[in-house]
């Protein structure tokens, strides 16, 4: 399987704890982005890279997110001081992108986070 | 800066068809559809550009109205495998290379 990859798919933690999550994305995708989604909801956008550099970040993002790409393959979303309104499907999406055209995403199936 | 989708949720029985509208109130330079199964990852449709250009699963169709920004996707001859919700995501001239999505149309299509 060639797809988006994400790790773990569930995680239970307990307020106050720090969480990182990974996505492996398609390989030959230059771009990658990390998104939130809720209930009832459509994914959020949190941040994206462009190989290895970090090209935006939500301004809703809480300092305590931050994400990596440190070679411009695989990214880490690390989420510091869990909080309960934090619990959420974190999903990961890639896509190659040649200069502004915009290309289709391909989603990863998600990480769902539950803060206690 | 959210998209709005409409309608909210529709039913279908096999075979009828359907249309799912977003409108944005910013100027777009494109528009993705995606659809999504519960508990599944979000699955790419179509997209459309600002000047025509589309690109997408031949059975699927859309629209893009650059003056109204607003796009359509037709649903024909519905199978029971469209059902879930679809999803558009917006990529407006002001906010780059990053989508917006709206809140979701729930599809239901019955046998």
């Known amino acids: 399987d060639t797809g988006v990859s994400q790790d773990p798919r569930h995680k239970i933690t307990k307020r106050g704890q720090n969480v990182t999550f990974r996505c492996d994305p398609i390989?030959?995708?230059?771009?990658l982005y990390w998104y939130r989604q809720t209930l009832g909801q459509g994914p959020e956008f949190l941040t994206y890279?462009?190989?290895?550099?970090?090209?935006?970040k939500s301004r809703l993002l809480s300092d305590r997110f931050s994400a990596e790409r440190p070679k411009g393959s695989f990214s880490t979303l690390e989420i510091q001081r869990t909080e309960q309104g934090d619990s959420a499907m974190y999903l990961c999406?890639?896509?190659?992108?040649?200069?502004?055209?915009?290309?289709?995403?391909?989603f990863g199936p998600g990480t769902r986070l539950t803060v206690t | 800066q959210q998209p709005v989708q409409s309608p909210q949720a529709v039913i279908l029985r096999e075979g009828e068809d359907a249309v799912i509208n977003c409108s944005s109130s910013?100027?777009?330079?494109?528009v993705h559809w995606y659809r999504q199964k519960h508990g599944e990852a979000p699955v790419f449709l179509m997209i459309?550009?600002?000047?025509?250009e589309q690109k997408g699963h031949e059975k699927i169709s859309a629209s893009f109205n650059e003056k109204k920004q607003q796009s359509s996707l037709y649903l024909t001859a519905s199978q029971l495998s469209y059902s879930g919700t679809y999803f558009c995501?917006?990529?407006?001239?002001?906010?780059?290379?990053?989508?917006?999505f709206g809140a979701g149309t729930i599809l239901r299509v019955k046998s």
């Open positions: 999406a890639s896509s190659f992108s040649r200069g502004d055209n915009p290309y289709e995403q391909y």
């Open positions: 390989s030959e995708h230059n771009r």
């Open positions: 890279f462009q190989n290895e550099a970090q090209l935006e």
């Open positions: 910013k100027a777009l330079y494109s």
């Open positions: 459309l550009l600002k000047g025509g």
């Open positions: 995501g917006t990529e407006g001239m002001e906010y780059g290379n990053k989508l917006v």
